[in-house]
C-alpha cells in the first residue's frame, strides 16, 4: 500500500482472456513510447513468460503495486491470467483490496449467489474497482478460483493508529476473527529504515499532500502498516496451509512487497520455508534506464512502467 491509500484507508471495463489475446500492447498513452519494461534482480531484461515461469515455481508470487498505475494494472491482469492459465496446480487470488470481513461476501459473488451490483455495495472495494481491480476478480471467477480478502478491516488499522497494537486486545472475539493473532509481529529493522526513508521523502513532498505528513507523525503509524503486513501475511499462509499443493498470486501495494520485508517477513513467520517471489511495478520516465540506487533490491523482478504525462 502506497503511503497516500495508506491515509485514505485510515480515513465497467470488461478485462477477459480474450479481450487480452486481441491486445498486444497496454491500453495507449497519448504521449506514445514503450509501455514497460521488465528486468530480473540483477538488472537484466526479462520477459513476462520468465516471470510467470519464476512465478510457477514457488508457493507465493508477491506482486507490488502502484494503485494509480493504468498500466502496471493492465501488466498485472495479463500476468495473473497467464499464470492462472499455465498452472498445473490450484492458484488462489488473494488481495490487498479486499478486507477480511467481506470475505463471505466474495464467495457469494464468486459462487454466483449474488449480483455484481450487490458485492459491489456490500464489498466495499477500493475506488477505480472497475478498471483496476475488476479485471483480476472476473479472471478469477471464469475460471473457478476462489479469491481470499486478505487485508485487516480499516476500522481496527485506525484504532491502532490512534490507540496503539495494544488496544486491540479489546475487541470482541468474532472482531479478532478477522486479524493474525496477537500480538502480531512488528516491523523488523530493515522495514523500520525503509519507513524512516519513506516518510522523510513525505516530508518534503507538496502541500497537497499535507494529509500525508500528518500521518506519518502518527508515532503509531508504523504499527499499523505492521498490521496490514501481518493481516496479509497470516491470510496468505492459511491459504497455503488449507491447499498444500496450492500456489497464491497476492497483490499488494508495493510498500508491502519491496525489498523483502512486509508481506514476505510474515509469510516466513506464519509458514516457514514458503517459497516466494516477488515482482515489483514501479512508474519511470524512461522504462528503459534501470538504475541499480534506485531500482535494485526491490524484488525477484522489477517491472518499470511508463510515467504518464497528465492532460495538457
Known amino acids: 500500500m502506497t503511503l497516500r491509500t495508506a491515509v485514505a484507508a485510515l480515513v465497467l471495463l470488461p478485462h477477459a482472456r480474450g479481450a487480452l489475446a486481441a491486445q498486444a500492447e497496454p491500453p495507449a498513452d497519448p504521449v506514445g513510447g514503450v509501455d514497460f519494461q521488465a528486468y530480473d534482480a540483477d538488472g537484466r531484461p526479462a520477459s513476462l513468460a520468465e516471470i510467470v515461469t519464476a512465478g510457477l515455481g514457488a508457493d507465493v508470487l508477491l506482486v507490488g503495486e502502484e494503485h494509480d498505475d493504468s498500466i502496471g494494472h493492465w501488466y498485472e491482469a495479463e500476468l495473473f491470467e497467464r499464470v492462472a492459465d499455465d498452472a498445473v496446480r490450484p492458484v488462489v487470488l488473494s488481495m490487498e483490496m479486499f478486507e477480511r470481513d467481506v470475505q ?5 459473488y464468486l459462487g454466483g449467489l449474488i449480483s455484481e451490483e450487490h458485492f459491489l455495495s456490500s464489498a466495499r472495494p477500493w475506488d477505480e474497482y472497475r478498471t483496476r481491480y475488476r479485471p483480476l476478480v472476473e479472471a478469477a471467477k471464469e475460471r473457478g478460483l476462489p479469491i481470499v480478502a486478505a487485508n485487516a478491516p480499516r476500522r481496527y488499522v485506525n484504532r491502532v493508529t490512534r490507540e496503539g497494537p495494544a488496544s486491540l486486545q479489546a475487541l470482541s472475539e468474532r ?10 509481529p512488528g516491523p523488523s529493522e530493515q522495514y523500520r529504515a525503509q ?5 522523510a521523502e513525505s516530508m518534503h513532498a507538496p502541500d497537497s499532500l499535507s494529509e500525508e ?4 507523525v502518527s508515532p503509531n503509524a508504523m504499527q499499523a502498516q505492521a498490521l496490514w503486513d501481518a493481516s496479509m501475511g497470516h491470510a496468505i499462509a492459511a491459504a497455503l496451509m488449507a491447499r498444500l499443493d496450492a500456489l497464491v498470486v497476492h497483490f499488494a501495494g508495493s510498500f508491502h512487497v519491496a525489498g523483502g520485508t512486509g508481506i514476505p517477513e510474515r509469510i516466513a513467520d506464519y509458514r516457514p520455508g514458503s517459497r516466494v517471489v516477488t515482482v ?3 512508474r519511470a520516465d524512461d522504462v528503459g534506464a534501470w538504475s541499480h540506487d534506485r531500482h535494485g533490491g526491490l524484488g525477484d523482478f522489477v517491472v518499470l512502467t511508463r510515467r504518464q504525462r497528465p492532460p495538457s
Do not use: F, T
Open 175 to 184: 472482531a479478532l476473527a478477522y486479524l493474525p493473532p496477537l500480538p502480531y
Open 213 to 216: 505528513r500528518s500521518y506519518s
Open 104 to 108: 463471505y461476501v466474495l464467495d457469494e
Open 280 to 282: 515489483v511495478i514501479a
Open 195 to 199: 519507513w524512516d526513508s519513506l516518510m
